[in-house]
T-cell receptor
Framework: DSGVTQTPKHLITATGQRVTLRCSPR?????VYWYQQSLDQGLQFLIQ???????AKGNILERFSAQQFPDLHSELNLSSLELGDSALYFC???????????????FGPGTRLTVL | GQQVMQIPQYQHVQEGEDFTTYCNSSTTLSNIQWYKQRPGGHPVFLIQ?????EVKKQKRLTFQFGEAKKNSSLHITATQTTDVGTYFCAGRTDKLIFGTGTRLQVFP
């Protein structure tokens, strides 16, 4: 158990819909990261938040948005869903910001999103 | 943009054989991390390398960071069925970019 929790575990929805994925980082971790993993694919970095502020952006679509709340939990909002958005969405957390001595990331169990 | 490629994409070995996966970045990295993802699981941190030419060992696993800090390798000696999974490198510049991964299958 990494200490990172994600809800829900599974989500099935229809094209055009909007969903929200939730992540609670490990106690004491200030950074939260979101990743997308499609079937048999690697991990695509979406976005990072540190202590409530956006710190880094990856290949995140405009239909997707995220935020980190004062209690440090984070939500990833996916809207106007398409079939291709079906994937495993991981949240990870780390103590610090990153940098040359980048902190290891602790991953949650993921949310499997299926868009029908 | 920054890319991190891994080869091979898949590797099937007999238990007891050695295994190596290679990671190559298009840009110089400040550090590199390695993660393992078991089937149906989430990535788990294995190790971080920071210095040019650094070599670290964890039991049967040996990790190397290239002199130019653009490549890395993970070598597993005498694989076991418990080594099954996908191994990802993750290279750090201004953000952490995960490699494409190598899926290892070990046959008993």
């Amino acid at each position: 158990d990494s200490g990172v929790t994600q809800t829900p575990k599974h989500l099935i929805t229809a094209t055009g819909q909007r969903v929200t994925l939730r992540c609670s980082p490990r106690s004491g971790d200030l950074s939260v990261y979101w990743y997308q993993q499609s079937l048999d694919q690697g991990l695509q970095f979406l976005i990072q938040y540190y202590n409530g502020e956006e710190r880094a952006k990856g290949n995140i679509l405009e239909r997707f948005s995220a935020q980190q709340f004062p209690d440090l939990h984070s939500e990833l909002n996916l809207s106007s869903l398409e079939l291709g958005d079906s994937a495993l969405y991981f949240c990870a957390s780390s103590v610090g910001l990153g940098g040359p001595y980048h902190n290891e990331q602790f991953f949650g169990p993921g949310t499997r999103l299926t868009v029908l | 943009g920054q890319q991190v490629m891994q080869i091979p994409q898949y590797q099937h070995v007999q238990e007891g054989e050695d295994f190596t996966t290679y990671c190559n970045s298009s840009t110089t990295l400040s550090n590199i991390q390695w993660y393992k993802q078991r089937p149906g699981g989430h990535p788990v941190f294995l190790i971080q390398l920071v210095k040019s030419g650094e070599v670290k060992k964890q039991k049967r696993l040996t990790f190397q960071f290239g002199e130019a800090k653009k490549n890395s390798s993970l070598h597993i000696t005498a694989t076991q069925t418990t080594d099954v999974g996908t191994y990802f490198c993750a290279g750090r510049t201004d953000k952490l970019i995960f490699g494409t991964g190598t899926r290892l299958q070990v046959f008993p």
